[in-house]
């Protein structure tokens, strides 16, 4: 009797043990089933990449800006915006719809949102720094458009005081010819020390801290100079603008030190520049299905 009751016993593990092997090769089967469905989406993300050309990012990088480089990167994170990103997200939302319900495949789900996430992250860090370039020549644009006003608006305040010394108005002329020569040579003592730093901390500090400040007092203090003559009160105005340009300029010039931050901390040469640079995230996934296949 205690043998029949083995041999019955032992015949319910085996079946047991057998159908929880069907269970599990059922698992894997609907994961790579579902599996296949996400990886095309992937296949579709690559081929996005390789026609974006983001190779001539080498080139265009090394090249002087020119009118047509700035097409060129700019229409790129638009392509980026407006191709890439669809892709990317399809690719990311694709991973839900992978079934896992043995702990085997949730395993294998895992490594493979791993995977997806790793090639993701690659490339929002490529999105990245194409708007940074973006930025960079955008703000270095600002910036000569900055000292071309401030040299147009110097221009004119020498206009207007040789107006006024024409007119006979010399204490006024000589009253602000003074003033703005001071000034002059306190923004350029100041601005010499931010000139000679590599330190872009400090640089943005001084900016901050004893540029800026400078300029708004030295505008405070025009605005309260008593100037009676139109000519002498007209170079006062556009004195004003003039330091109002270069408060601009020096606001714009933090920025660009923000941005070269910025693109330091990413590695141009490991940043995908085709599909197939996106494969050697999937390694580590492609070793673990082999084995459980």
């Known amino acids: ?34 599996l296949k469905l996400s990886q095309n989406k992937g296949h579709a993300l690559k ?5 974006l050309n983001i190779e001539q990012l080498d080139e265009l990088s090394n090249k002087e800006t020119t009118d047509k480089n700035k097409r060129e990167i700019n229409q ?4 980026i915006n407006n191709k890439l990103v669809p892709k990317m997200t399809a690719y990311e939302d694709s991973i839900k719809n992978i079934k896992a319900s043995s702990e085997q495949a949730k395993s294998l789900k895992k490594s493979y949102r791993k995977t997806v996430e790793q090639q993701i992250n690659a490339l929002k860090e490529l999105q990245t720094f194409v708007s940074l370039c973006n930025q960079s020549i955008k703000a270095n644009e600002d910036i000569l458009d900055y000292t071309r006003l401030f040299e147009k608006n110097r221009s004119k305040v020498e206009k207007n005081m040789d107006n006024a010394s024409a007119a006979g108005i010399t204490t006024e ?15 350029k003592a100041t601005a010499q020390k931010n000139v000679d730093t590599n330190n872009d901390k400090e640089a943005k500090a001084q900016i901050e801290n004893d540029i800026m400040p400078l300029i708004e007092s030295q505008i405070k203090d025009l605005n309260q100079t008593t100037i009676s003559d139109s000519n002498v009160n007209a170079a006062r105005k556009n004195t004003i603008e003039m330091y109002y340009s270069l408060q601009n300029y020096y606001e714009t010039r933090k920025e660009t030190i923000t941005i070269g931050e910025k693109l330091d901390k990413i590695d141009y040469n490991k940043l995908p520049k085709n599909g197939k640079d996106l494969e050697q995230y999937e390694k580590p996934f492609e070793q673990e299905l082999k084995e459980v296949e």
């Open 47 to 51: 081929t996005t990449v390789d026609e």
């Open 76 to 79: 790129l994170q638009n392509d």
């Open 1 to 34: 009797m205690k043998k029949i009751l083995y041999l019955v016993l032992l015949c319910c593990i085996v079946f047991s043990l057998a159908a929880c092997g069907n269970k599990e090769d059922s698992s894997i089967k609907d994961f790579e089933s579902t």
């Open 173 to 187: 002329v000589h009253i602000l010819t003074k003033k703005l020569e001071s000034n002059s040579r306190e923004l």
